[in-house]
């Protein structure tokens, strides 16, 4: 009943920004924290940062800077706003969400990815 659905991807110049939304629909009791993931060809999945029920975020290093997340509680939505993007970041990324929901236990849900594709 819980789905987590992302938008926003899609192919920008480099230099360019996107702004990539994750949303929850369904039976969601608590969305608590949430984390954005990328993957790109041939590399593992790496995380990007998260953010907390209470708004508190955090970032990989190596993301810091040009990558923000923000969560708009009224409209179980979370943002990953993308700035400066470079070439090497051409991935897919992942919204990943931990969820209470109908049977009143968190479950660890994933969207179904989007892909960012940057051109130089």
């Known amino acids: 009943q819980v789905q987590l659905v992302e938008s926003g991807g899609g192919l920008v110049q480099a230099g360019g920004s996107l702004r990539l939304s994750c949303v929850a629909s369904?039976?969601?009791?608590?969305?608590?924290?949430v984390r954005w993931y990328v993957q790109a060809p041939g590399r593992q999945r790496e995380l990007v940062g998260y953010?907390?029920?209470?708004?508190?975020?955090d970032y990989t290093d190596s993301w810091k800077g040009r990558f923000t997340i923000s969560r708009d509680n009224a409209r179980k939505t979370v943002y990953l706003q993308m700035n400066s993007l470079k070439p090497e970041d051409t991935a897919v990324y992942y919204c990943n969400a931990d969820i209470v929901d109908h049977t009143h236990r968190e479950y660890d849900y994933w969207g179904q990815g989007t892909q960012v594709t940057v051109s130089s």
């Open positions: 953010i907390t029920s209470g708004g508190s975020t």
């Open positions: 369904g039976t969601v009791f608590s969305l608590n924290t």
